[in-house]
């Protein structure tokens, strides 16, 4: 059964870090794009950074970018996010979703995070709060 689970979740002060990672098994990783949406309370889901299947093409959403770095480990069917200087605007739960890899782009993967076929994962609760 193809399935993806996050974690790295949990409460942390404005300015600080977290690591989140996607583990990912079922399905043939190597040739999936993988991407984390997040929602926040009353808000739509927001596609925040995506990577493709050789890690060469990433997007990040403009309000994380330099905050943010996606990255993905093969070798151990992994992607991450590793999240620098939060604010309490990324408080949300994130989301992993995958999809096998199209020519369509990265950016497009991330942008219509809707069409993402999965799987999905059930999500991790980030806050940021002082």
């Known amino acids: 059964q193809a399935r993806v689970v996050e974690s790295g979740g949990g409460l942390v002060q404005p300015g600080g870090s977290l690591r989140l990672a996607c583990a990912a098994s079922g399905f043939d990783f190597d040739s999936y794009d993988i991407g984390w949406i997040r929602q926040a309370p009353g808000k739509d889901r927001e596609g925040v950074s995506c990577i493709g299947l050789n890690a060469e093409s990433t997007y990040y959403k403009d309000s994380v970018k330099g905050r943010f770095t996606i990255s993905r480990d093969n070798a151990k069917n992994t992607v991450y996010l590793q999240m620098d200087n939060l604010t309490p605007e990324d408080t949300a739960t994130y989301y992993c979703?995958?999809?096998?890899?199209?020519?369509?782009?990265?950016?497009?993967?991330?942008?219509?995070?809707?069409?993402?076929?999965?799987?999905w994962g059930q999500g991790t609760q980030v806050t940021v709060s002082s």
């Open positions: 979703a995958a999809d096998k890899h199209t020519n369509l782009g990265i950016r497009y993967f991330c942008y219509f995070h809707r069409q993402i076929g999965g799987p």
